[in-house]
């Protein structure tokens, strides 16, 4: 039976060359086209958590605060994420969420507000005093009053309190937390704001295996829906330094620990450290045992695509210690 034109178009020398070329032209193009957005940062919202602390309350309350919630923050996707949060919740008191609503970006969305706190004109805050009372009310300057600060941190905290802590614990499992691929150091020092006890595992991965892994699969994959699509080399790249380098904003003294995928599927992850650190037990053999999800089809990257990533991702990689 004759091979369709078509088909022998497709698979010969000239029609494979035709593909290579055209992704080639697409992914240069992407990378001309690629925008940079501007994320919250950790000044900003360390001058805005300063802002709303109101003294002896949130010292008071941090001392008797025993919620301790363990948040996996990778950078990017394709890192192994699924793989530790497997790992990590074979502690049967512990719930890890995947990524919830992550596509909403709402931890984003919080501290980007938080960072327009710092530059809020404070002299139009009223903050309600203790011994305000109806009476004085009505001969006082009440058109911007507001509650005391530290209701705003607690309001904030009720929020995830009510959305994940209490499901977790509702199932049966004492400490809960999240995996995320989106969030970097800012997201991370709101949710240490609000849970002064928590722990932080930043999981990484080299950007080139990582989108090597990435730019196979047939899904699509956003930042944030539908506004930001993550659908090339540079747009991933992009991401991948932005959260890689924000690690090295966080103050010393930060409750975090950093995994390199590569250790972790080479054995060289000590377990028992981890699980100390974290206060939990695992049996990392069960979680390796089991092949979950795909892994990358193609072998190497195109060239092109390592010169984008690179370019976007030097910076990033030199803070985390991989080379080019």
């Known amino acids: 039976m004759e091979t369709p034109l078509w088909i ?3 698979e010969s020398w000239t029609g494979k060359l035709l593909r290579a070329c055209t992704r080639c032209a697409r992914e240069f193009w992407a990378w001309a086209r690629s925008e940079e957005l501007t994320f919250p940062n950790v000044k900003l919202l360390t001058e805005s958590v ?10 008071a309350n941090g001392e008797r605060d025993t919620e301790s919630p363990i948040f996996l923050l990778a950078t990017g996707w394709r890192t192994g994420s699924t793989l530790l949060q497997r790992i990590l919740v074979t502690d049967p008191h512990l719930l890890l969420w995947g990524e919830p609503l992550g596509e909403l970006t709402l931890v984003t969305r919080i501290a980007e507000i938080l960072n327009q706190f710092s530059t809020f004109p404070h002299h139009k805050i009223t903050y309600i005093q203790d011994d305000l009372i109806s009476s004085r009310m009505a001969t006082s300057w009440i058109a911007t009053l507001c509650p005391p600060a530290h209701d705003f941190r607690s309001a904030l905290r009720s929020l995830f309190d ?17 995996k995320e691929v989106r969030l ?11 849970y002064p006890r928590a722990k932080f595992v930043i999981l990484s ?10 730019a196979d699969p047939i899904w699509q994959v956003y930042y944030r829906r539908p506004e ?14 932005r959260v890689a380098v924000s690690w090295s904003e966080l103050p010393e003294g930060f409750p975090s620990i950093h995994v390199k995928y590569e250790d972790l599927i080479n054995g060289k992850v000590d377990f028992r450290e981890l699980e100390s650190w974290l206060g939990i037990k695992v049996k ?12 990358a089809v193609r072998n190497r990257l195109n060239w092109y695509e390592r010169l984008i990533i ?9 803070a985390l210690g991989y080379s080019k």
Do not use: C, I, K, Q
């Open 284 to 295: 990392e053999d069960v979680a390796l045992s089991a092949s979950v999800g795909g892994t």
């Open 50 to 59: 300063a802002a709303l602390r109101t003294g002896d309350s949130d010292a």
């Open 310 to 318: 690179g370019h976007e991702a030097a910076a990033g990689m030199r």
């Open 162 to 178: 009510r959305w994940l802590g209490e499901p977790a614990r509702h199932r049966g499992f004492a400490r809960w937390g999240f």
């Open 228 to 241: 930001v699509h993550v659908d090339s080399a540079a747009g991933f790249a992009r991401h991948w330094n």
């Open 8 to 10: 022998w178009a497709r």
């Open 205 to 214: 991965r080299h950007p080139y295996d990582s989108y090597r892994s990435f």
């Open 184 to 194: 970097g150091a800012t997201e991370a020092s709101l949710l240490h704001w609000l």
